[in-house]
């Protein structure tokens, strides 16, 4: 399969799909006596894994090494688990910062209400 046949199937971007290869998200395909890539069934269903991790919270690196350890071929789930603890911690801490600033918005509009806008400087009080 070519590289457009092969994004339009895993319903990315062509850049997408080099980008992916070149950061190891993708092995690297065979080439035509042509010089045109040509790529595996496979390589679709791998590149939809990869955006299902992303999407879940994974950083491109996380997601790196997830497939590698996939590719190791001795990956079950219980052993991969650690994986998503972490991705969820990382989503609570975001959480817990979002819930921050959102008291410190809520603050400084009740300052606001207060007539002490935070915003104006001494002489525009």
């Known amino acids: 399969m070519r590289i457009g046949e092969l994004a339009r199937e895993a319903g990315v971007s062509v850049d997408t799909v080099r980008f992916y290869e070149r950061r190891g998200i993708l092995p690297a395909p065979d080439r035509r006596p042509s010089g045109y890539r040509s790529y595996e069934a496979t390589t679709a269903e791998r590149i939809r894994l990869a955006k299902s991790l992303q999407a879940l919270g994974f950083t491109l690196d996380e997601v790196i090494d997830a497939l590698h350890s996939v590719d190791a071929g001795n990956t079950v ?3 991969e688990r650690w994986r998503l603890e972490a991705v969820l ?8 910062e979002l819930r921050r600033v959102r008291r410190d918005v809520g603050s400084v509009l009740d300052e606001c ?5 935070r915003f104006l400087t001494s002489s525009d009080r």
Not at 89 to 96: E, H, Q, S, V
């Open 113 to 117: 209400d207060k007539g002490r806008c």
């Open 77 to 79: 789930c219980a052993d």
């Open 89 to 96: 911690n990382r989503i609570d801490g975001k959480l817990a």
